[in-house]
T-cell receptor, first 112, second 112 residues
Framework: GDSVTQMEGPVTLSEEAFLTINCTYT??????LFWYVQYPGEGLQLLLK?????DKGSNKGFEATYRKETTSFHLEKGSVQVSDSAVYFC???????????FGGGTRVLVKP | NAGVTQTPKFQVLKTGQSMTLQCAQD?????MSWYRQDPGMGLRLIHY???????DQGEVPNGYNVSRSTTEDFPLRLLSAAPSQTSVYFC???????????FGEGSWLTVV
């Protein structure tokens, strides 16, 4: 079945550092790929998405490129802020409606 | 625009008690689903619905029931609560496959 593997956290960074969170997937067919973010005490918010190979999703300075050849969707941000402290989830969506398969989440802590 | 609304936000249950988590959306979405979030395991799909009157099981359905009598509402029932059901529960909704999935703010459930 479908699965998503993302790097374990926590990831601790200083403000203005470069952030990378690795995500790889296993899926049949051609899934859409997503990054969701969960700020402390809140629900999940869609951060960015890509629906086909070589698509780049971007939002709030974050980027991720759908790499079919390496089955990856790594999340990057060039200069993080304290407000980026959150848990980040990589997910893939199959063809059947809103059934998402999530990775385990990566907690990111940005220190001033 | 309320989006996806979940109630209650926090609940403590005793083992063996039953309860219903409510979920309502005002976006006329066909697809609705319930996930549970456990530490290090991301979100796992409990049940989902592709439209009023239609429900199906997800990855971890045991101990939960759902119904979809209207497009707007998708309640999740715990029949006889167990400590293993201590978790954070998220309801989600979307239009058909490939579109953005909207999550509620979560319901924190503790079973003692």
């Amino acid at each position: 079945g479908d699965s998503v593997t993302q790097m374990e956290g926590p990831v601790t960074l200083s403000e203005e550092a470069f952030l990378t969170i690795n995500c790889t997937y296993t899926a049949t067919g051609y899934p859409s790929l997503f990054w969701y973010v969960q700020y402390p005490g809140e629900g999940l918010q869609l951060l960015l998405k890509a629906t086909k190979a070589d698509d780049k999703g971007s939002n709030k300075g974050f980027e991720a490129t759908y790499r079919k050849e390496t089955t990856s969707f790594h999340l990057e941000k060039g200069s993080v802020q304290v407000s980026d402290s959150a848990v980040y989830f990589c997910a893939l969506g199959g063809a059947a409606g809103n059934k998402l398969t999530f990775g385990g989440g990566t907690r990111v802590l940005v220190k001033p | 625009n309320a989006g996806v609304t979940q109630t209650p936000k926090f609940q403590v249950l005793k083992t063996g008690q039953s309860m219903t988590l409510q979920c309502a959306q005002d976006m006329n979405h066909e697809y609705m689903s319930w996930y549970r979030q456990d530490p290090g395991m991301g979100l796992r799909l409990i049940h989902y619905s592709v439209g009023a009157g239609i429900t199906d099981q997800g990855e971890v359905p045991n101990g939960y029931n759902v119904s979809r009598s209207t497009t707007e509402d998708f309640p999740l029932r715990l029949l006889s609560a167990a400590p293993s059901q201590t978790s954070v529960y998220f309801c989600a909704s979307s239009y058909p496959a490939g579109n953005t999935i909207y999550f509620g703010e979560g319901s924190w459930l503790t079973v003692v």
